[in-house]
T-cell receptor, first 115, second 115 residues
Framework: KAGVTQTPRYLIKTRGQQVTLSCSPI?????VSWYQQTPGQGLQFLFE???????NKGNFPGRFSGRQFSNSRSEMNVSTLELGDSALYLC??????????????FGPGTRLTVL | AQKITQTQPGMFVQEKEAVTLDCTYD???????LFWYKQPSSGEMIFLIY??????QNATEGRYSLNFQKARKSANLVISASQLGDSAMYFC????????????FGKGTRLSVIA
């Protein structure tokens, strides 16, 4: 079974631009979560989607948004990029709504560099 | 809110030796799940092992075992017979069943295996 895929793997943008990252979950998984990883802040939760609905959102500004499609694929968008948005963005999928017994499987990540 | 603490920023271990990576957690929810992930330099988070709060026995997966001490709120990862390929960052994480709680990560431990 194929794992979680993320595209693109690497991205370079300049301040003020916007970017869209894509994530395809493991087949049959309906929940997709996004995380931002930086050396200073570590791994921080962005949002979780299940059945095209955002179920949970982390403490990030409104410039960060996402959506999920009917096939469970998800995209996240960052508008008006700032230097501090440079990070590894990880997508994870799980079978259903995240509970204490459900394992999240991660993709390889998209490394975003903002110049 | 739940919290994960990993107090060892970095560790060294000789090849073929066993190593223990520490993790303590804090939550008021009686139902929770504990996870360990490995992150090589490539960036992908690889799921290693899971322990549920109601599991009576410590989890094991191949060379990985979880030393779960509920009263002490610790969930240490034990890697037996270390291999050079085990060199990576290791993250402890948890989620609970109360409300919409995302996966919360510790800051990680960088393990270096020496030949």
């Amino acid at each position: 079974k194929a794992g979680v895929t993320q595209t693109p793997r690497y991205l370079i943008k300049t301040r003020g631009q916007q970017v869209t990252l894509s994530c395809s979950p493991i087949s049959g998984h309906r929940s997709v979560s996004w995380y931002q990883q930086t050396p200073g802040q570590g791994l921080q939760f962005l949002f979780e989607y299940f059945s095209e609905t955002q179920r949970n959102k982390g403490n990030f500004p409104g410039r960060f948004s996402g959506r999920q499609f009917s096939n469970s694929r998800s995209e996240m968008n960052v508008s008006t990029l700032e230097l501090g948005d440079s990070a590894l963005y990880l997508c994870a999928s799980s079978l259903a709504v995240l509970t204490s017994t459900d394992t999240q499987y991660f993709g390889p990540g998209t490394r975003l560099t903002v110049l | 809110a739940q919290k994960i603490t990993q107090t060892q920023p970095g560790m060294f271990v000789q090849e073929k030796e066993a190593v223990t990576l520490d993790c303590t957690y804090d939550t008021s929810d009686p139902s929770y799940g504990l996870f360990w992930y490995k992150q090589p330099s490539s960036g992908e988070m690889i799921f290693l092992i899971y322990q549920g709060s109601y599991d009576q026995q410590n989890a094991t997966e191949g060379r990985y075992s979880l030393n779960f001490q509920k009263a002490r709120k610790s969930a240490n990862l034990v890697i037996s017979a270390s291999q050079l390929g085990d060199s990576a960052m290791y993250f402890c994480a948890m989620t609970t069943n109360s409300g919409n709680t995302p996966l919360v990560f510790g800051k990680g431990t960088r393990l270096s295996v020496i030949a």
